[in-house]
């Protein structure tokens, strides 16, 4: 069993124009993480299920830890919400294998909505690192919903794309990654965001030619 560490609330902030999405900063209680891995929250609520599993977005060079989610009235969300800075919850992890390559690599990242929290630790450290070589392609309803879009416009640069599209076209998306292929010669790709999605974008890379050891996804649900 994995060892129980005691966190505080630093702050929360939205990410989303639209406000519903919100990101919260925590004392970084972990030794040792990989950016793009989850962590599991424990708070005291009414809520049967008293944890939620948690993307990190800060990366380990951060003073912090940080994870965002879509707001909602779930028990769990709304107890969150209520914590002030300096209230204690209970983290356990990290966990997960949705992580970067070890070998500098040319990666195409497909994030749906709130899927895009695992990929903004990811970006955040490859281009803090000139590692990587990403395209993103961002999917969102419209830009006012889109988690983290301004922080992404501001990290494009030489090793880092970014692609919006406001519509879930799997037209649309099977046509920006023959695109990004063609032109990026990806060797991996990085899929998540919610199950049906995920699935069906996974199973057109596969169509493609694309290996399955070379495509790795994380589903979202109740996010």
């Given at each position: 069993?994995r060892?129980?560490?005691?966190?505080r609330?630093?702050?929360?902030?939205?990410?989303?124009?639209?406000?519903?999405?919100?990101?919260v900063?925590?004392?970084?209680?972990?030794k040792?993480?990989i950016?793009?891995?989850y962590?599991?929250?424990?708070?005291?609520c009414?809520?049967?299920?008293?944890?939620?599993?948690?993307?990190?977005?800060?990366?380990?060079?951060?003073?912090?830890?940080?994870?965002?989610?879509?707001?909602?009235n779930s028990?769990?969300?709304?107890s969150?919400?209520m914590?002030?800075?300096?209230?204690?919850?209970s983290?356990?992890?990290?966990?997960g294998?949705?992580?970067?390559?070890?070998?500098?690599?040319r990666?195409?990242?497909?994030?749906?909505?709130?899927?895009?929290?695992?990929?903004i630790?990811?970006?955040?450290y490859?281009?803090?690192?000139?590692?990587?070589?990403?395209?993103?392609?961002?999917?969102?309803?419209?830009?006012?919903?889109?988690?983290?879009i301004d922080?992404?416009?501001?990290?494009?640069c030489?090793?880092?794309?970014?692609?919006e599209?406001?519509?879930?076209?799997?037209?649309?998306?099977?046509?920006?990654?023959?695109?990004?292929?063609?032109?990026?010669?990806?060797?991996?790709w990085?899929?998540?965001g919610?199950?049906?999605?995920?699935?069906?974008?996974?199973?057109?890379?596969?169509?493609s030619?694309?290996k399955?050891?070379?495509?790795?996804?994380?589903?979202?649900?109740g996010?």
């Amino acid at each position: 069993m994995r060892y129980m560490y005691r966190a505080r609330i630093l702050g929360k902030r939205y990410v989303t124009s639209a406000r519903d999405v919100v990101e919260v900063r925590i004392t970084k209680c972990l030794k040792s993480y990989i950016p793009g891995q989850y962590i599991k929250v424990y708070i005291d609520c009414n809520d049967a299920k008293r944890f939620r599993e948690m993307n990190l977005t800060s990366i380990p060079d951060d003073d912090h830890l940080s994870f965002a989610f879509k707001v909602s009235n779930s028990i769990w969300k709304r107890s969150m919400m209520m914590l002030k800075p300096m209230d204690e919850v209970s983290v356990n992890g990290p966990y997960g294998i949705f992580t970067l390559p070890d070998e500098p690599s040319r990666i195409g990242m497909i994030a749906l909505g709130i899927g895009v929290t695992p990929s903004i630790a990811m970006i955040r450290y490859s281009t803090k690192e000139c590692k990587h070589k990403i395209s993103l392609l961002h999917i969102n309803n419209d830009r006012d919903c889109a988690p983290y879009i301004d922080e992404l416009e501001s990290l494009v640069c030489n090793n880092f794309r970014l692609f919006e599209l406001f519509s879930c076209s799997l037209k649309e998306i099977g046509e920006w990654i023959k695109d990004v292929s063609r032109e990026e010669m990806v060797e991996y790709w990085y899929v998540s965001g919610d199950p049906v999605n995920v699935r069906a974008i996974r199973q057109m890379l596969l169509n493609s030619g694309v290996k399955s050891t070379c495509i790795k996804t994380e589903e979202f649900t109740g996010y």
